[in-house]
């Protein structure tokens, strides 16, 4: 073997690193390992061998494209079980990948999505009736945010109603979906045939799944059969649309993948960034202040019509948007292996194929690239001109395979900040919160209340 020993925590016996690993919020476990061991280290779980990579030089040169591409490996192999060869969960090999890349680009290109904000602001005004008739009331920051991204995947991906705002519990579809997303992490700390031989939680996740599959394929069925040429939704591009290359069309189980994948990738990742936002906004109030007199001008431009809010005339909430992104990145942990043998700063040889888990959360708070106050929330920072090294920001994700809704993501934020700031009055529900966080396969702020009043003499 060539190079430095790559330094790893005590194994134990059977288990390798798994009991290293926080089973309820691995990435606390990972930053304090980073402490510990520095900026690489590895972890033995079952059937591989992780190389963890946390600070900006060493995930800058993992991010490099000709040296590096992404893998599935960890819980995403187990997203495959119900996301199959989507764009997410696809291996680079698979034709699929390319066919529907080509194919939906086009959809997530600026223009495309600034046609998507009347179906967003359609769902943002659900959630401010929801607000005004529960004014005073408090209400769990995340959980709102959820029903707003979900409902706003459904409508913009599949135009579909899943009506989070009228029903007290969530849509079975979000249970199961959840619950998938639970195991998936579950199910990768254990070896294979443990899984299998867990008959009635293997026959909930089998019957989970079936639940997604049916949901979509009925919806689809449904425009095969009605077909609404102006829905201007993912599913008309992604039933009819060729290939601009080969002229091929999206498979229909490939089709069934990409709007899970679009459920999946789409809505825990943007409600968690707004709860985190809004805790921010709280606990700095100046910074709440110059947010919303940003909001209240940006409505004032639009004449007072919220729907007519130019998202893009937005710089501080983007600013505000891409710190809290920055410090609560809710894509917590993506992997990616070496395409040849290779060296890593520092001395460090990796096999090709061997899999690297990044860790963007270290990243984002390396003071060699952010400076000293690194971990403060200042979204100043965005706005001084200021040059930060090549690949010090990553919540998206890298290169190829980097976040195809990213645009998406920050416009559906943009302009839920701008209308929640300029129609509502913010407060904690408990005073004197801190942040804790709950994770899934993102992290949220966990028991994170707010309440809202509709503010008095708005413009
Ligand atoms: C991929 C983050 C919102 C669709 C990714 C990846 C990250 C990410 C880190 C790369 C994963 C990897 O390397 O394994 C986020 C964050 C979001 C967000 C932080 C919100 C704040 C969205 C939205 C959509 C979406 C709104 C869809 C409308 C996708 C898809 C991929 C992806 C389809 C796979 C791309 C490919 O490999 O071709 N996202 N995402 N994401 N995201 Fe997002």
Known sequence: DKGKPIPQPKETFLLGNVPDLDPKVPLRSLIKLAKVHGPIYQLRVPGQTLVIVSSQEMIHAVCDETKFEKVVAGPLEHVRDFAGDSLFTAFNHEPNWALAHRILVPAFRPTAIRQMQPMMMDVLAQMVMYWEHHAGQPFEAAEQFTRLTFDTIGLTAFKYRFNSFNREKPHDFLTAMTKLLGDAYTRSRRPGVVNKLMYREEAEYRSNIALLHRTCDEIVAARRKSPDPEAGDLLNRMINDKDPETGAKLPDDNIRYQMVTFLIAGHETTSGTLAFTVYYLLKNPAIMRKAREEADAAVKDAGGHLAAINPTKLPYLDAVLKE???????????????????????????????????????????????????????????????????????????????????????????????????????????????LKIKMGITIQPDGFRIVAKPRQGRN
Request: aromatic residues 12%; contains cysteine; charged residues 25%.
């Open 324 to 434: 809290a992104l920055r410090l609560q990145t809710t894509a917590t942990f993506w992997t990616r292996a070496p395409k040849e043998d290779v060296e890593l700063p520092g001395g460090y040889f990796l096999k090709k194929g061997q899999p690297i888990g990044v860790v963007p959360h270290c990243l984002h708070r390396d003071p060699k690239a952010w400076g000293a106050d690194a971990e403060e929330f200042r979204p100043e920072r965005w706005l001084e001109g200021t040059v930060f090294p090549p690949d010090s920001w990553k919540p998206f994700g890298n290169g190829a395979r980097a976040c195809i809704g990213q645009l998406f993501a920050m416009q559906e934020g943009l302009l839920a900040l701008a209308v929640v700031l300029h129609r509502f009055e913010l407060d904690f529900a408990d005073k004197g919160y801190d």
